[in-house]
């Protein structure tokens, strides 16, 4: 069974930094492009960051341009999400999430929390 | 920016019949954005239902179905049943490797 564990989550001041790994196992991670999706409290779901299976391809939704870093390390089965410049609204629950067949989100990881407070 | 809706909320009878849409606030909605749906109940991560407009995720009974009506995405789901009562989100897969969803639609159940 494909297994998605987040962590690196917790309380950063505003304009902090913050890393978050994705350690995936029970499946072949070098052959998946992953994701990161982010869920505010009481709010809806919000794309992040996409990478391609080779690590050589990243996409960042408008929110997080400039300030997210999405990379992977093949050889450790690892996704990371490196947060600089943070602020408040950035405060959510993260998702890693595999790219599935047709550009679907097909297996998730039970999230870590970022708390972005002063 | 694109803009995906849905409707913040919708209910449903047991055993009734409800149609969830995926509209763009400007445009249409067709199978090149890969429309799929995912169902979340409070304190959980999402589960994926749909994918590729109507492909079924693995073990998703088929009392759940996807398409395109009209302009719109759409999930249906047929003989309602209590635990469908969750929060279902649809997303878009734009060019570029963007992705974008929609504000989620409340299900109740009663």
């Known amino acids: 069974q494909v297994q998605l564990v987040e962590s690196g989550g917790g309380v950063v001041q505003p304009g902090g930094s913050l890393r978050l790994s994705c350690a995936a196992s029970?499946?072949?991670?070098?052959?998946?492009?992953m994701q990161w999706v982010r869920q505010a409290p009481g709010k809806g779901l919000e794309w992040v960051s996409f990478?391609?299976?080779?690590?050589?391809?990243?996409s960042y939704a408008d929110s997080v341009k400039g300030r997210f870093t999405i990379s992977r390390d093949n050889s450790k089965n690892t996704l990371y999400l490196q947060m600089n410049n943070l602020r408040p609204e950035d405060t959510a629950l993260y998702y890693c999430?595999?790219?599935?067949?047709?550009?679907?989100?097909?297996?998730w990881g039970q999230g870590a929390l970022v708390i972005v407070s002063s | 920016q694109t803009v995906v809706t849905q409707e913040p909320s919708l209910s449903v009878s047991p055993g009734g019949t409800v149609t969830l849409t995926c509209g763009l606030l400007s445009g249409s909605v067709s199978t090149s954005y890969y429309p799929s749906w995912y169902q979340q109940t409070p304190g959980q991560a999402p589960r994926t239902l749909i994918y590729n407009t109507n492909a079924r995720s693995s073990g998703v009974p088929d009392r759940f179905s996807g398409s395109i009506l009209g302009n719109k995405a759409a999930l249906t789901i047929t003989g309602a049943q209590a635990d469908d009562e969750s929060d279902y989100y649809c997303v878009l897969f734009m060019e570029s490797d963007i992705w974008v969803f929609g504000g989620g639609t409340k299900l109740t159940v009663l």
């Open positions: 990478i391609r299976s080779d690590g050589r391809t990243q």
């Open positions: 999430v595999r790219d599935g067949s047709k550009h679907c989100f097909d297996y």
């Open positions: 029970e499946f072949s991670f070098n052959r998946y492009g």
